[in-house]
C-alpha cells in the first residue's frame, strides 16, 4: 500500500453529512463538501434520505479525487442509528430517524424485556434514541418485513459495507446506548441474544482495520482506483475523543459540540452515573469504558437563538448579569440533565434584543454543560470542540461554572481529526492542537451560575 498523505472523511452528521479532504502532515482540513442531512417524511415512518446521502458521496468523493486527490477513505457517523439489511444487502426497511417517536407507542413492552442501566450502562432514551427499541419497534410494527433481516450493522459500517461489500460492526457505535452492548463484559447485550440479533451482526473490527477496498462499480462511477483502501471508521463523539487518548493521559473530559454536546470523561472519579439524567457508559475505540453525558444543545441553540451570531452589547451583558435573565432547562425536553424539566425565561421572551438572548442562551448552553460533567464526575481540563468552541460567552461562563481550565481544539474538528488519524500506525503522530482559553474572571459570572442553579433547583421542587 502507497503512503497515505490525504485521507477523504465521510462525516454524517444528524444535521449535515459532509466530506472532508484531510491533510495528515498539517493536520488540517483542505476541502470539504457537504449537504443537509435530509429526513423524508414518508412511509413507512420518518427516515434518513439514504440514496440521496448515498450520491452525494459519490459524487464528493469524485470531485475532490479529481482536484486534489487522497489515498484512502475513514468514515464517521452520528449514533443512536442501525441499519436492517436483506440478503442481498439492500435495505430490509428505510433507516429509522432517531426522533421519531413511534417507537414510544411500544415503550412499556419494550421496557419489560430491555436490560438494566447496571448491564448496559444506556439509559432508556426516548423514541428511537435507544437502538434495541429501535429494533423492537421495527420487528414488531413490520414483521413481515424485519423477517426478511439478515444483517444488522452500524451506521458508519453501512457506509463502508456499500463503498467496498464488507460487512463488519464497531465497539463505538454500537455501544452507544443502544441497549445492545454490556461494557464490562465487552460482550453483546442479554437483550440481543433473547431478541435473536446477535446472529444477524456481522463481525466486530476496530475502527482502524481496512475494510476492504472499493467495488469495482464505485470505482468506476467515481474515477477513483479501484484498490483505494477503506478503513471501517467510528461514532463521530467517540472520534472526537480518540486523538485525546492517543496524546494525553487522563483525566480530562472533551466536549464535542453540534446538534448534540457530548462529554466524554476518561479518568473521572468515580461516581454513581444516573440513568435518569442522561448520563451514559461509551465505549472508546479503545474498547475502554468511557463515563459520558449529552444534552441536544445544538438543536435549543437554533430554537433559543434562531438568528444566530448577534452583536453583544455592554447593555446586554449589564441585563443579562444584573437582573438576572436566564433560560432554564429544558429546550427540547426528554433528554438531557433535567430531561422533565419545562424550560423557560427568567422575564418576558417579547423583551430580549438580539444580544441579550445570544448571551443568556451561551450562558445557558455552558451550565447544561457544566452540570453534565459533574454528573459524570470529569476531572481535569476541558476540551471543547465544534461550533461552541468559537462561542466566547459559552467559554467563560463554562470556566466560570465548573472553576476547571477550557482548552480549545486548534483547527480541524477533532472528528475529522480522530476518523482520518485511523490510517496512521503511529497515532501520536497526529496529537490535537489545543490552546488555553483566557476565560473572563469576572465573579459575576460565578454568581449568575449560582442564581441559575437555585433557580434550577427551586423548578424542581
Known sequence: MQDIARVAVIDIGKTNAKVVLFDLATSSEIAVRTVPNRVLETPPYPHFDTEALWNFILSALTELHAERGFEAISITAHGATIVVLDGKGELALPVLDYEHAGPDDLAAEYDAIRPPFAETGSARLPGGLNVGAQLFWQQQRFPGLFDKVETIIAYPQYWAFRLTGVLANEI???????????????????????????????????????????????????????????????????????????????????????????????????????????????????????????????RAFQLLAPAGDAEILPVDRKRVLEEPVFFLPSLPEGSGPFPNHRGGWSCEESSLSPGTRLLAVSYYLALMTATSLDLIGAEGDIVVEGPFAANPSYLDMLAAATGRPVRLSAGATGTSLGTAGLVLREKQAIAPRTRIWAADAEPALASYAATWKAAVAAQSE
Not at 433473547?194 to 472499493?214: E, H, I, N, S
Not at 451514559?280 to 469504558?289: D, E, F, H, R
Open 172 to 298: 463505538t457505535s454500537i455501544a452507544c446506548h443502544t441497549d445492545l452492548w454490556a461494557p464490562w463484559k465487552s460482550d453483546y447485550s442479554t437483550l440481543t441474544d433473547a431478541m435473536g440479533w446477535r446472529a444477524k451482526m456481522p463481525p466486530m473490527r476496530k475502527a482502524d482495520d481496512v475494510l476492504g477496498t472499493l467495488r469495482p462499480e464505485v470505482a468506476a462511477a467515481t474515477g477513483l482506483p479501484a484498490d483505494m483502501p477503506v478503513y471501517c471508521g467510528l461514532h463521530d463523539s467517540n472520534a472526537s475523543l480518540l486523538p485525546h487518548l492517543w496524546a494525553s493521559e487522563p483525566p480530562f473530559a472533551v466536549v464535542s459540540t453540534g446538534t448534540w454536546v457530548v462529554m466524554l470523561a476518561p479518568g473521572a472519579r468515580p461516581v454513581s452515573l444516573d440513568e435518569h439524567r442522561d448520563t451514559l457508559v461509551n465505549v472508546s475505540a479503545l474498547g475502554q469504558p468511557v463515563p459520558s453525558a449529552r444534552f441536544m444543545g445544538g
